[in-house]
């Protein structure tokens, strides 16, 4: 499915790439969840791209909190510049290497209902119209939230289907 431009779509889009990745993790055996990727790639294993996705998911909520009082949310997180994203993510995978698989995939699966929840709260409007919120800039709450949920998801998915070969 392109991108997409309705409520529907991105719920139906998110929901889908969401569980599509989930299957595809919940049908790999114990060795291949916890068998490390190749070398080059930062996040390590299973474990780490869901801790990854469960680390955005709770910014793009802290976003979307700060953000809908009217202030300004640190993005992407406080201390950082979207030009430091590479950065970020190494203090986000360093933050989630104490935890075991299963943990964090309650997290991802409790931060993913938290962002549904956000979607399904505002009207087709509200999400697609461009400069509707200060805190978006020149682009729409579903960009955000595009880019948090089944654009994130469709990432996660190729990359652990291709470091599993």
Known sequence: MPRPKTKEELITLSNDNYKKLLAYIR???PD???TEF?????????RDVL????????MMLEWYKVGMTGKKPDMPAKGYTWKMTPDLNREIWKKY?????????TMFEKSFAALQKVIHTHTEEELFE?????WTGTTSLASYLISATSSHYDWA???IKKCKK
Do not use: C, F, I
């Open 27 to 29: 049908s790999m055996t």
């Open 32 to 34: 291949e969840l916890h």
């Open 38 to 46: 190749p070398k080059g790639y930062l996040n390590r294993n299973v």
């Open 51 to 58: 801790a990854h996705l469960h680390h955005w998911h709770l």
């Open 97 to 105: 290497q104490n935890e075991d698989l299963e943990m964090v995939m």
């Open 130 to 134: 461009k400069r509707k919120y200060k």
């Open 157 to 159: 998915y190729k990359l």
